[in-house]
């Protein structure tokens, strides 16, 4: 088994694939400008240590950190891609996933590049895993952002593609803009950020979909180079002492997280810690990246997983990237009266009134609702 150092972070390179640990190389003596960041302290040996996220990178002058696009300058670490953009568009926003925040609704979408985790099954590697940072748009300020979400009539900007974590002063800055014109802030976030980051980062939110990932260390560390423990901290921090809206989502992969017993575990323990109405996506994978050998996952996985979560009592939980009507639609936990029929991103039957009560019984249903739903349908428009 080898071991190697990324930037001052212990790395088992047994773990990874050559690839991956391509990605993870050291990387000196470069001409690195940015915004100064938040998050990080001086060393005795002379290194400054980032303390965004929980992989606490130490850096000399001239590195960067695995998510590469913090790094250090001087005397400081720096972020890279304030106000730089890889792509702006309007999405329905049960693409986040999000099902219980003010449904039908367009969302402005926008990332940047890099990510502080390295899953070998990513779906975004081609922004995620980017050092082109000349695709990426220079003109995208917090303010044009803003401007952008109002002209196209969004409700709310997703800060999404890849994990605005990394980017956490570009979209603190992007959502006191929005906010100061009435557009709500949505994280879509795999949650791996440190106690003291996140208090800033989700107080400019108004909801979130938290990646998780799987419920096993195991998976974390060889499939995606992290921990499981950060991210259990985050979800509970997001209930306990917060007014984020969120709600979950597992990608379930063939062979390394869909097993009965983990989806047993998983759901035992949101249901213990997080209460039964906070939200579950199961999406189906499909093959990426570094795990293009792996199977599609099956509806019948799919199903079998979201019965295992309602008979754990859960109250809301859908299956995603498949047409399946009765796993994406939501129904009253009280009466099992259909509430919102969806098919993909398209929304159908509405029995919902007094911004969330059940029409049949009026039970209260957990989630950010109106009267009427959004009628922006599964449209994508691309801004940029």
Not at 136 to 157: K, M, N, T, Y
Not at 316 to 327: C, E, I, M, R, W
Request: net charge negative; proline share 5%.
């Amino acid at each position: 088994m080898g071991i190697g150092t990324f930037t001052g972070c212990r790395i088992d390179t047994a773990t990874f694939s050559p690839h991956i640990l391509l990605l993870m190389s050291v990387t000196t003596n470069l001409d690195i400008k940015g915004v100064s960041g938040r998050y990080w302290h001086p060393l005795g040996d002379g290194r400054l240590q980032c303390d965004l996220c929980p992989r606490f990178c130490k850096l000399r002058d001239g590195q960067r950190g695995l998510c590469f696009v913090r790094g250090r300058a001087n005397d400081e670490i720096v972020l890279t891609t304030y106000g730089r953009s890889s792509g702006l568009c309007v999405d329905p926003i049960e693409k986040k996933p999000l099902n219980h925040f003010l449904p039908g609704t367009p969302v402005l979408s926008f990332g940047t590049a890099g990510c502080n985790l390295a899953c070998k099954f990513c779906q975004n590697w081609d922004i995620s895993k980017s050092r082109e940072f000349d695709r990426l748009q220079a003109s995208a300020s917090p303010r044009a952002i803003a401007d952008a979400a109002v002209a196209s009539g969004s409700r709310s900007v997703a800060y999404t593609y890849n994990d605005p974590v990394i980017f956490l002063e570009y979209a603190v800055d992007t959502a006191q803009a929005c906010r100061e014109q009435n557009i709500k802030n949505v994280a879509v976030t795999a949650g791996y950020i440190t106690e003291q980051a996140r208090e800033e980062f989700f107080s400019h939110m108004d909801a979130a979909n938290i990646d998780l990932k799987a419920f096993t260390e195991r998976f974390y560390w060889k499939v995606c180079g992290g921990h499981l423990g950060p991210v259990l901290d985050t979800l509970q921090y997001l209930k306990n002492e917060t007014e984020v809206w969120f709600e979950l989502t597992t990608l379930l992969i063939p062979g390394e997280n869909d097993s009965e017993a983990e989806i047993e575990a998983m759901t035992q323990w949101i249901m213990e810690h997080l209460g039964p109405d906070v939200p579950l996506h199961f999406s189906a994978f499909h093959p990426d990246w570094k795990m293009m050998g792996t199977p599609s996952t099956p509806l019948s996985t799919l199903s079998r997983s979201r019965e295992i979560a309602l008979k754990a009592g859960l109250r809301y939980v859908y299956t995603g990237n498949v047409h399946d009507f009765k796993g994406s639609s939501t129904y009253c936990h009280s009466c099992g009266e259909i509430l919102i029929g969806r098919d993909w991103y398209e929304l159908s039957t509405w029995n919902l009134e007094n911004h969330g009560s059940c029409k049949n019984c009026g039970s209260k249903i957990a989630g950010v609702f109106e009267d009427e739903p959004g009628t922006w349908g599964s449209r994508r428009q691309p801004l940029i």
